[in-house]
C-alpha cells in the first residue's frame, strides 16, 4: 500500500476544516432565517443576488446566471425559483433581445423581505463565526473570511481582522 502523501492529507485536512465551517455558518444563518423570516439559506441567498442586479435591459441574470450564483444545479434552481415565484417574491420574463433566454428579477416584496431578513443574517453569520474562532482549527479560516475586503478583494493587511 502506498504511503499518503504528507502534502495531500494536509490539504485534505484544511477542505474538511473549511467544509466544517461552512456547516456550522450555514446551519446558524438557516435556523436564524427559518424562525425569524420564513426563508431558508437558498432563498435569501437567490433574493440578495438577484437584488445586486441593475435595472434595464439585460441587467438580470439568466437562470444559468442564477444558477452558478447560487451554486446549484439549473433545475434545482428553477425549483427555487418557482417556489419565490409562487410566493410573489420574484419574476421571470423573456429577454427583450433574445427570446431564448429568460431572467429572472427580485420584485418589491422580495427587496422588502430581504431588508428585514438582512440583519438576521448577518447577525447569525457573526455568532457562528465567533463560535468557530474558539476552535483552534477553525479560528485560521475565520481569520481569512473576515480579511475579506467588503469591496470585494482580500485585505493584504498582515493582521486585517473585522472592520
Given amino acids: 500500500m ?29 435556523r436564524a432565517l427559518q424562525a425569524e423570516h420564513e426563508l431558508s439559506v437558498r432563498e435569501y441567498s437567490l433574493l440578495d443576488v438577484l437584488s445586486r442586479q441593475h435595472d434595464g435591459e439585460g441587467g438580470h441574470l439568466q ?3 442564477v444558477a452558478d450564483a447560487v451554486v446549484l444545479s439549473q433545475s434545482a434552481t428553477t425549483r427555487l425559483v418557482t417556489r419565490l415565484e409562487d410566493r410573489g417574491l420574484l419574476s421571470r420574463y423573456l429577454c427583450p433581445t433574445d ?7 427580485v420584485g418589491d416584496a422580495g427587496l422588502r423581505l430581504l431588508a428585514q431578513a438582512r440583519p ?3 447577525a447569525a453569520l457573526r455568532e457562528a463565526l465567533d463560535e468557530a474562532a474558539g476552535n483552534p482549527e477553525l479560528a485560521p479560516l475565520v481569520k481569512a473570511v473576515e480579511a475579506i475586503d467588503p469591496a470585494g478583494g482580500v485585505s493584504t493587511a498582515p493582521d486585517a481582522g473585522p472592520s
Avoid at 499518503?4 to 446558524?28: F, M
Fill in 99 to 105: 427570446r431564448r433566454g429568460i431572467y429572472t428579477d
Fill in 2 to 30: 502506498p504511503a499518503t502523501d504528507p502534502a495531500l492529507t494536509a490539504l485534505a485536512n484544511g477542505w474538511a476544516a473549511l467544509y466544517v465551517l461552512y456547516g456550522r455558518i450555514e446551519a446558524q444563518i438557516e
Fill in 63 to 65: 437562470m444559468k446566471q
Fill in 120 to 122: 438576521t443574517n448577518d
